[in-house]
């Protein structure tokens, strides 16, 4: 059930709010909560119920780990706080389990780790092993829990912050807590949130009344993205599926036309469903974070990953690029916990050696961008934009292929091995709308505003704009096309694999 279909934009969305108001009304606040909570776990196991489980036993490991660890948090010696022989005695306790804060916090870790790995990585692990090792281990039959990197980097965080007493398990209680981890909106794809941004909201009797001004702005954001994810990205991958999965061969002008077809797909596709989500959280007076800052604008490859995935990126910096050590050890170990955290990331992304490519490039590209900037070097900004483009642009391939071969496929048209001009062949697998998208979709991402800046710049407004008037025709529009019924419509979100 993706965001853009019929059953969720006419069915789900609109009759869990309506449960959930009507909850509120009659000051059931507890049980719009419980409601909300079961109809996202509803969500959850529309996709797979037998993957339900999973979620629900992450939620209460990690809840558990978490109320363990704070409730052992007294770290001073006994005789500094009482002189009271069984508040003493009490106390040595307290001290003596205090000591096994780090064990428990690394438990709670690696259950989730463990979890992560089982579910993502362990036929990949197989295949690399008889690939190496020349073996015939056969691979499990594994299917991987939808949303899973997702919900288990939200809870490594929530479990980091209790580890270094900036969060308490106990302060906002489990109902929330299960509601902070299966919210529907950012469940199954993001954006990745922050206990400390999610589980305040959930609490504030303020948000249990119908909020008119982000009722509007939750239309105008949803509508946005279903435009974004369903009017481009949607209309630009089929001919980014046939070339890379039927191709035998690219010119130059072939791979560039495919590989920017990718590039803009990608980022219409996750950041359509970003803007949906934000906007179908507005519905319940649930601010997320927003997830895109036209990242294809940006004029380095630190300044795309400020801008692109800005929650994932958060998210890398707080708890894999600080704790190995940030900037305070020198600038080799720097240079050292840069690439590193890149390549993390790009195992995060997938399973395959071209996710780990594709993080290397990136470390590196960040490692060279620093070295760089340290010489006292600079680019003008549309150069400097142009080059940050077409490198992420390059690198997209690599997060696309399913194998090496795709890639060399590329590789091998811009090394003009092939020609430099289109074929009929290739043209006649590009129908006659894709160029005029492809057009729209550039202008898009290099000039207009993003909707975070829309939604800045305007979200005291209470006036429909004409911009947003024809946003929602054309989401509209789209909904009659579905109900007549296309068979190249394809509602899917590309960052669910991931």
């Known amino acids: 059930m993706v965001f ?61 780990i978490g109320s363990l660890l704070s409730s052992i948090t007294i770290e001073k010696r006994p005789q500094e706080l009482s002189r009271n022989t069984i508040v003493i005695f009490l106390q040595r306790i307290s001290v003596q389990l205090s000591n096994l804060r780090k064990p428990i916090f690394l438990l709670g870790l690696f259950g989730n780790i463990a979890s992560l790995f089982y579910y993502k990585y362990t036929n990949f692990s197989l295949l690399s092993i008889n690939t190496l090792m020349d073996t015939q281990i056969p691979l499990l039959n594994i299917v991987m829990p939808i949303g899973i990197s997702f919900f288990t980097f939200q809870q490594i965080a929530y479990l980091s912050d209790i580890y270094t007493n900036k969060n308490d398990a106990t302060d906002n209680g489990f109902i929330n807590y299960c509601l902070f981890v299966c919210f529907f909106p950012q469940l199954v794809a993001g954006p990745i949130v922050h206990h400390q941004e999610m589980m305040p909201q959930f609490a504030d009797t303020k948000n249990r009344n119908i909020n008119w001004q982000n009722i509007y702005w939750g239309v105008i954001l949803l509508s946005i993205g279903l435009a974004k994810k369903v009017l481009i990205a949607d209309n630009i991958s089929p001919l980014v599926r046939h070339v890379f999965e039927q191709s035998t061969n690219l010119t130059f002008m072939e791979a560039l036309v495919a590989s920017l077809a990718y590039t803009f797909q990608l980022y219409f596709d996750f950041s359509g469903y970003s803007d949906m989500a934000v906007g179908c959280a507005l519905f319940f007076n649930i601010h997320l974070p927003f997830n895109f800052f036209s990242p294809y604008k940006s004029s380095n490859i630190q300044d795309f990953w400020r801008r692109w995935h ?64 340290n010489a006292g070097f600079r680019i003008p900004l549309i150069p400097s934009i142009i080059i940050t483009f077409l490198f992420v642009n390059f690198t997209w391939i690599f997060f696309r292929a399913s194998s090496f071969d795709q890639v060399a496929l590329f590789w091998d048209g811009f090394m003009l091995d092939n020609g430099f001009w289109f074929r009929r062949e290739f043209l006649e697998i590009i129908h006659d709308k894709a160029w005029g998208i492809l057009a729209f979709a550039s202008i898009l991402v290099f000039i207009a505003k993003n909707t975070k800046e829309l939604y800045v710049k305007n979200k005291a407004s209470t006036q429909l704009t004409i911009y947003s008037n024809i946003v929602i025709m054309l989401s509209l529009l789209w909904l009659v096309r579905l109900y007549i019924g296309f068979p190249d419509i394809e509602p899917e979100f590309i960052y669910f694999q991931f």
């Open 4 to 64: 853009s279909s019929l059953e969720f934009i006419l069915l789900f969305l609109p009759i869990t709010i309506l449960i959930y108001y009507t909850c509120l009304y009659f000051t059931f606040s507890r049980s719009a909560i419980i409601f909300l909570f079961l109809a996202s776990l509803f969500y959850y196991a529309y996709w797979n119920p037998s993957h339900i489980w999973v979620i629900l036993a992450s939620i209460c490991w990690n809840f558990g």
């Open 310 to 373: 800005i929650t994932l990126s958060r998210w890398l910096r707080e708890y894999i690029y600080i704790p190995l050590g940030g900037n305070k050890h020198g600038k080799s170990r720097t240079l050292i916990n840069l690439f590193l955290t890149f390549l993390l990331g790009g195992i995060w992304h997938g399973a395959a050696w071209t996710f780990v490519i594709w993080g290397a490039l990136h470390g590196f590209a960040i490692l060279l961008h620093r070295l760089w900037v």
